[in-house]
């Protein structure tokens, strides 16, 4: 029943990881732009608030698929912009990460949010008197705290990028799904098979990092 | 209860240019609520003031204006001579000079207790490292936490988070402490050894703006009281003076509430 996998002909692990690599570099990135946009959401400075609040709600209610395959029409086939030039493999790849940064990092700013709410409004009030500037007291005292009570919101969120890469296929990115789709056409007989398989590949990733995450939030988190 | 009794107290023989921290003509609402009504304030160098007064009066309120925590609606007030600026750099450069101690002490509960000390002092200050875990030492040692540097804050009793918030406050060599009902969060037991490092500190000529229900620290080591109600200063006096014999029938009220049972 899985003889397609002795075939030699699909190289799983090499489409398994390309969806590891879509999901690392588009995790690292949501979370740097997913702070950033919490940062203007929470600041003092009207135009950038209204920035972050008009951008989250507008790219958080887009469909992936649109943001990715916008990235790519959009940016690669009509704007030329290739962030670095390559073969068409390279640059997919890069649009992809983009898309996903673009759309993973209102969830991240979402989630980081709820967690400076978590954060005791005295702890702010005593970095202020103590002399701190608001970039300061931001990512010295609130940032930190509220990162550690967001871990489990993350992890969920890390969880649905991992399987949001699948998206990436839409632009022909090599991940996992797209060779799922070619061993459908060539083996149809072993539909439920591949389905299984691949399906297994991505609980692989996924499943460890819930566990590790849960883990790490309940040994980060702020004793109060 | 309208006017101000006004009873000569020590603070009134320092200069004007003395005056560390000048309020007046104070105003500020709460919505429809006017929690300050009017206020002229001055404290001088090396003055404790205790501000009393019952719940609601707004004396919390007139505590953290000093440190603009609190914006105010119309007046006017200035620390060492400075008006108080607007948000930004300039505020915050005078916020350093300007300790606060707060009720629910406030300490940074993801730093330990050496951490939080010398936070102010590196990101504020930019003292060296080393510089500054030393005099982080000695100030909790002078507190009495200093055996407790590596833990964090809610492994700490109230009384000593409360300390190690004083100390944490010394560490920015400030001006003027505030503190806001320093020993309303804590239990009975607890109450005195912050008072005493108050008191200490008072000794040692420390300017302090007190907001407290604590009589007896208020009789034992404030240079002047200031009885609040409704919003307004109703009284200032020398402690024996006010405690022995307020002037207005607010006050007569109040300590007859707070004194006599």
């Not at chain 1, 740097?32 to 135009?47: D, F």
């Not at chain 1, 395959?69 to 890069?94: E, K, M, N, P």
């Amino acid at each position: 029943m899985f003889d397609f996998l002795d075939s030699g002909q699909y190289d799983l692990l090499g489409a398994f990881w390309v969806t590891v690599r879509l999901t690392v570099y588009s995790a690292i990135g949501s979370l740097i732009w997913g702070t950033l946009l919490a940062g203007m959401r929470v600041g003092p400075i009207p135009l950038m608030r209204a920035f972050g609040t008009g951008y989250v709600n507008v790219v958080r209610n887009t469909p992936l698929t649109i943001v990715v395959v916008g990235c790519s029409l959009g940016l690669h086939q009509t704007l030329q912009i290739t962030f670095g030039g390559g073969d068409s493999a390279d640059i997919g790849f890069r649009m992809a990460v983009l898309g996903l940064v673009a759309y993973t990092g209102t969830f991240v700013c979402e989630a980081l949010r709820s967690g400076i709410n978590t954060v005791p409004m005295g702890q702010a009030e005593a970095a202020r008197a103590l002399g701190l500037g608001f970039f300061q007291v931001l990512t010295l005292i609130i940032l930190p705290q509220a990162f550690r009570s967001v871990v489990a919101p993350l992890a969920n969120v890390l969880i649905a990028l991992t399987k949001n890469t699948t998206v990436a296929s839409a632009i022909g990115v090599a991940e996992a799904s797209l060779l799922m789709k070619e061993m459908i056409e060539n083996e149809a007989n072993a539909l439920f098979a591949i389905f299984a398989v691949v399906a297994f590949g991505f609980m692989v990733l996924t499943l460890p990092t819930g566990l590790l995450l849960g883990w790490v939030a309940k040994r980060v988190a702020v004793k109060r | 209860m309208s006017g101000v009794a006004k009873t000569k107290g020590p603070g009134d023989d320092v200069p004007v240019s003395g005056d560390l921290v000048a309020l007046s003509g104070v105003n500020k609402h709460f919505g429809a609520l006017h929690v300050l009504q009017d206020i002229d304030l001055t404290i001088a160098r090396g003055e404790v003031v205790v501000v009393i007064g019952p719940s609601g009066s707004g004396k919390s309120t007139l505590c953290r204006t000093i440190n603009r925590l609190e914006t105010i609606d119309s007046g006017a007030i200035s620390i060492d001579g400075k008006p108080l600026p607007q948000e930004g750099r300039e505020l915050a450069r005078l916020r350093a000079d300007v300790g606060m101690v707060f009720q629910s002490f406030n300490l940074f509960a993801h730093k330990t207790v050496l951490e939080n000390v010398m936070l102010g002092q590196l990101k504020v200050r930019r003292t060296e490292k080393k510089a500054a875990e030393e005099k982080a030492r000695a100030l909790l040692d002078r507190v009495g936490v200093g055996s407790q540097c590596d833990k964090y804050p809610a492994q700490l009793s109230g009384g000593q988070q409360q300390r190690v918030a004083i100390a944490r406050a010394l560490a920015m060599d400030p001006k003027v402490i505030l503190f806001d009902e320093p020993t309303s969060a804590l239990d009975p037991e607890m109450i005195n050894e912050v008072l005493e490092v108050m008191q200490q500190l008072a000794r040692d000529g420390m300017t302090m703006v007190v907001v407290t229900h604590e009589m007896g620290f208020a009789r034992s080591a404030a240079n002047r009281v200031v009885f609040m109600a409704d919003g307004r200063i109703v009284e200032e006096a020398a402690p024996e003076e006010f405690f022995s014999n307020p002037r207005s029938d607010r006050a007569k009220d109040f300590l007859s509430k707070i004194l006599h049972h």
